[in-house]
């Protein structure tokens, strides 16, 4: 049974950081794609940044480009969302999700991702 399990959430100023993490489990860590998405009250889910193992390619919607990176470590079966100059607009209930039938690709549309996680809040206040 394919699981995710998301961490790391919590407040921050304005300006920080925070690493989630989200751990998958229940299938093979060899070829999967990975995504995180947000969504926050009153809006729609959206597709922040994805990836793939093991080698596939790594996309970021336009509002986070160069203050989030994901990375994915196999070898701690764990995918990590690391997100610095942090914004109020940033406030949202963050999940990973994935999809176990494909490799070597990713997108951010939450229809392409079958498994989803229970999600982690982030909120940016001063």
């Known amino acids: 049974q394919v699981q995710l399990v998301e961490s790391g959430g919590g407040t921050v100023q304005p300006g920080g950081s925070l690493r989630l993490s989200c751990r998958p489990s229940g299938f093979s860590l060899d070829y999967y794609a990975i995504a995180w998405f947000r969504q926050a009250p009153g809006k729609e889910r959206q597709g922040i940044s994805c990836s793939s193992s093991p080698d596939g390619p790594t996309h970021y919607e336009d509002s986070v480009k160069g203050r989030f990176t994901i990375s994915i470590d196999n070898a701690k079966g764990v995918v990590y969302l690391d997100m610095s100059s942090l914004k109020p607009e940033d406030t949202a209930v963050y999940y990973c999700?994935?999809?176990?039938?494909?490799?070597?690709?990713?997108?951010?549309?939450?229809?392409?991702?079958?498994?989803w996680g229970q999600g982690t809040q982030v909120t940016v206040s001063a």
């Open positions: 999700a994935t999809n176990i039938n494909r490799a070597n690709w990713c997108g951010l549309r939450s229809y392409e991702y079958p498994d």
